[in-house]
């Protein structure tokens, strides 16, 4: 019997390791509930964060960040977070790290940690299939619609179009399906988005008229739980999970080929 005892015992043990190996690694992750990745976003800015018909979140980043806490782990919490808050809102610890689709720039990273580059955008022209612009070069003269005040509005005078400003986008694409303008300038995921999920018959040009990375941003102070996303990252790239991940979404694979990568802390 005793025999019996230890043997079932060790057995018990041995099945428990993984469990006790992830919360061992968890707790070294500078996290704010140990177990827990808890995780700003809108909610509210597809195709990055959305709420389906049936109330759940989904997403491009979404969609990325349970799949980085499922590698570490971790259970994945969302939290939703208006924009303007999202700073401040990592800077007092309200949660250990943000997934919303920010830019990153020199300015930004002087006041917080950004992960590798996760997803590449920037300004691309939406066309009709049959449209004779090709590329930024052939805008001069043509009639080009842009989100009102916005840097893609300005891409468009610098070009030499002839401008014509919306609410939002949706509402200039929605004019150049009536033949009103010849493209319409915006932020390239979107534009995919909009293409794919309207059933509309335009495409993008090949080149950008800008270009950014995004990244998922931390507050200083916690390299390990910045390694550990990147790790996975890289590793979610590498084996094509992101690409099968993110491509339903958008209709291609928008990682970027040479990423941001994170500036020492």
């Given amino acids: 019997m005793k025999l019996k005892s230890i043997l079932l015992f060790a057995t018990m043990v041995t099945a428990s390791l993984p469990f006790f190996a992830a919360n061992a690694a968890s707790d070294d992750l500078e996290l704010l509930k140990p177990g827990v990745l808890q995780v700003a976003t809108e909610g509210t800015d597809p195709p990055y964060s959305m709420r389906m018909p049936n109330g759940q979140l989904d997403g491009l980043e979404i969609r990325v960040m349970k799949e980085v806490a499922r590698r570490l782990h971790l259970q994945y919490q969302p939290v939703i977070t208006k924009w303007d808050s999202i700073l401040v809102g990592l800077q007092a610890n309200q949660f250990d790290m943000s997934s919303a689709a920010m830019d990153i720039t020199p300015a930004r990273q002087k006041a917080i940690v950004f992960s590798d580059g996760w997803i590449e955008s920037g300004g691309r022209i939406i066309i009709p299939k049959d449209s004779a612009i090709k590329s930024a070069q052939d805008l001069k003269n043509k009639r080009i619609g842009a989100q009102v005040s916005s840097t893609y509005a300005q891409l468009a005078v610098d070009h030499g179009a002839i401008l014509k400003n919306y609410v939002d986008v949706t509402a200039a694409v929605q004019d150049m399906v009536n033949g009103n303008i010849d493209g ?34 931390f507050k200083k102070g916690k390299p390990h739980l910045v390694a550990a996303v990147n790790k996975a990252l890289a590793e979610m790239k590498a084996d094509g999970t992101y690409a099968k991940l993110v491509t339903p979404i958008v209709g291609f694979d928008p990682a970027p080929k040479n990423p941001v990568r994170t500036l020492p802390q």
């Fill in 184 to 217: 319409v300038i915006n932020d390239s995921i979107g534009n995919a988005y909009l293409i794919q999920d309207m059933h509309l018959p335009f495409t993008q040009t090949p080149d950008y008229v800008s270009r950014i990375q995004k990244g998922f941003a």
